[in-house]
């Protein structure tokens, strides 16, 4: 009867030690770099002047007497106003 609780003892280690590296893998996984949203392939992160200069460089143009741009957007004419908080678009 001993042999076998050995055996089980052993087992179960050898489980937990699986199951500890699946979680382990899982975790450093989602340390990942964050995925960043974009807009027209441009990164949403950065600062208020680097976006209406990339916007401008796709096309976009200021709008006369507002902060807008006026630009193209899946085909239709668009209006894209650049927002920020902490400085950050």
Do not use: H, W
């Not at 001993?2 to 899982?26: D, H, N, P, W, Y």
């Not at 996984?29 to 950065?46: C, E, H, M, N, S």
Request: proline share 3%; charged share 20%; aromatic share 8%.
């Amino acid at each position: 009867m001993q042999g076998l609780v050995g055996q089980e003892s052993i087992t179960m280690k050898r489980f937990l030690s699986v199951l500890f590296l699946v979680f382990a893998c899982a975790m450093s996984y989602g340390q990942g770099a964050p995925d960043v949203t974009r807009f027209l392939g441009i990164p949403i992160d950065g600062t208020r002047s680097e976006m209406i200069s990339k916007l401008k460089a796709k096309g976009f143009t200021s709008v006369p007497g507002t902060d807008m741009l006026e630009g193209e957007f899946n085909g239709k004419n668009v209006y894209v106003n650049v927002q920020t908080n902490n400085r950050k678009v």
